[in-house]
């Protein structure tokens, strides 16, 4: 997705070769055109996968779930990571080890938002190691739903998270690919494809 890679070219910080900081518009201040659009790609790329809901992970998660939402007409769901008061009953409940935060959250879901005639998609901001959307499927697996994909903005192509989803056999749609993070420089994968055609 071109104006998203345009973006991380130009607001992005890469901290490390495997940390890229891009909390000026996905995961702390918000981009609301860019999620708009990030809405928009998501629905075109599952609109024959007969979604009927969407399921993400609080926080950074929510924007593009919604604008994802709000194109596909369907309810978005996001499962806590932190105990609610008013969440204690009938959850559906799975660890998920952070990354970024070096830690492991229970995430959980009320059961009651996601049926067992569900088609979900899971959408998150990063994917990694996998762990948050292997965590989002054992919820909905939890609630006997089924996966229709999983909708990614930003995957870290040179860790095992996407290769593994993809191998257990899940649809995984990411709108930008990093494939390096080396020297400081981020080098997406359509950078790669096209170097290699020139």
Do not use: C, W
Not at 31 to 42: A, T
């Amino acid at each position: 997705m071109e104006l998203l890679i345009k973006k991380i070219k130009n607001e992005g910080k890469v901290l490390s070769e495997s940390v890229l900081k891009v909390d000026s518009f996905l995961n702390h201040q918000v981009d609301p055109e860019l999620m708009f659009e990030i809405g928009k790609e998501f629905a075109a790329r599952f609109k024959d996968d007969g979604v009927t809901k969407i399921l993400t992970l609080e926080s950074s998660g929510i924007a593009p779930a919604v604008m994802a939402g709000l194109q596909m007409n369907v309810q978005v769901v996001f499962a806590r990571k932190r105990k609610s008061l008013t969440l204690v009953n009938d959850l559906l409940t799975a660890n998920v080890y952070s990354f970024t935060k070096q830690e492991s959250n229970e995430i959980s879901v009320s059961q009651k938002f996601l049926k067992e005639d569900d088609r979900i998609l899971i959408i998150d901001d990063f994917l990694a190691n996998g762990q948050a959307a292997l965590g989002l499927a054992q919820i909905v697996k939890q609630a006997n739903a089924t996966i229709a994909g999983m909708g990614i903005v930003i995957e870290k192509g040179f860790q095992d998270g996407g290769s593994h989803l993809r191998e257990n056999g899940y649809k995984v749609e990411s709108l930008a690919i990093v494939d390096s993070l080396a020297d400081g420089k981020v080098t997406f994968r359509q950078d790669k494809v096209e170097e290699t055609a020139q």
